[in-house]
């Protein structure tokens, strides 16, 4: 018969792996997004999913000091600045 430590192990396990996808899929988002809002989103996305991932390997301290600093404000920070500067539409040369 299977134990119960080996079947909360093997669950323990699948939602790591997963969450660790889900974070590696919102970090090639960053990288591959072309609207910086959403970039910066998906940056804050993934500082939560390692936060997460720190706090499933039994370092809480550094999951609450990535959710507090990183996200809170370096995520912020950037978000701000990003929407905070001057963007033109349409990207072409202005006519006089």
Known sequence: MIGLETVGAALEMAVF???ALVTVFFAIFV?????VVRAGLALI???FGVAVLYILLNAQFLGIIQVLVYIGAIGVL???AVMLTKRE???????N
Do not use: E, H, P, Y
């Open 17 to 19: 792996g997963l969450l």
């Open 31 to 35: 990288v591959i997004a072309k609207d």
């Open 45 to 47: 996305m993934c500082m």
């Open 78 to 80: 950037i978000l701000f």
């Open 89 to 95: 539409l349409g990207g072409g040369s202005r006519a």
